[in-house]
T-cell receptor, first 114, second 112 residues
Framework: NAGVTQTPKFQVLKTGQSMTLQCAQD?????MSWYRQDPGMGLRLIHY???????DQGEVPNGYNVSRSTTEDFPLRLLSAAPSQTSVYFC?????????????FGPGTRLTVT | AQSVTQLGSHVSVSEGALVLLRCNYS??????LFWYVQYPNQGLQLLLK??????LVKGINGFEAEFKKSETSFHLTKPSAHMSDAAEYFC??????????FGSGTRLSIRP
């Protein structure tokens, strides 16, 4: 199993550009989520999905869109990039949304918006 | 509201010394608590978790944590630090509606 994969590893965008961060998992996990990590702030939940076709907002959803058309993929779209979105983005998945299930994290995407 | 507070953004210990990373939580319902570790340029991986039952939880790589309800704490310890333990450690709390709340992280450095 590849686990959770994320592409790209690094990205530089100009303010106002849009892009999609890709996330895929091959573990048949129902639950997937996106976090951003900023220095001194830990990880903050952007959006999450409890299954194909179902998404919901997390703590910091503004400026981001998600969709979940398949169990495997959970892309994160930046609609119009802003410097405040400079961060490291992590995708995670788990078998189910319950507390008993461990979350598996991808290696991250480091995004810089100039 | 639920929250997680990690005391100390950076902890430095000598190799072979005790590691103690502090975590306090606030929750109006019985908490489910986690410790995750992040090695440089990698994603997070689960060290250990407390759901119910025994309050002393053992994890991977010799780490353990004790849930203390009276102190609202879930501190992470390891008796003897190893150079390979240098990483960032996150305490986390399972919230309602399928969400996990992370603390701000503690960077652990090991001195030779």
């Amino acid at each position: 199993n590849a686990g959770v994969t994320q592409t790209p590893k690094f990205q530089v965008l100009k303010t106002g550009q849009s892009m999609t961060l890709q996330c895929a998992q091959d573990m048949n996990h129902e639950y997937m989520s996106w976090y951003r990590q900023d220095p001194g702030m830990g990880l903050r939940l952007i959006h999450y999905s409890v299954g194909a076709g179902i998404t919901d907002q997390g703590e910091v959803p503004n400026g981001y869109n998600v969709s979940r058309s398949t169990t495997e993929d959970f892309p994160l779209r930046l609609l119009s990039a802003a410097p405040s979105q400079t961060s490291v983005y992590f995708c995670a998945s788990s078998y189910s949304a319950g507390v008993s299930y461990e979350q598996y994290f991808g290696p991250g995407t480091r995004l810089t918006v100039t | 509201a639920q929250s997680v507070t990690q005391l100390g953004s950076h902890v430095s210990v000598s190799e072979g010394a005790l590691v103690l990373l502090r975590c306090n939580y606030s929750s109006s319902v019985p908490p489910y608590l986690f410790w995750y570790v992040q090695y440089p340029n990698q994603g997070l991986q689960l060290l250990l978790k407390y759901t119910t039952g025994a309050t002393l939880v053992k994890g991977i790589n010799g780490f353990e944590a004790e849930f203390k309800k009276s102190e609202t704490s879930f501190h992470l310890t390891k008796p003897s630090a190893h150079m390979s333990d240098a990483a960032e450690y996150f305490c986390a709390l399972y919230s309602s509606a399928s969400k996990i709340i992370f603390g701000s992280g503690t960077r652990l450095s090991i001195r030779p």
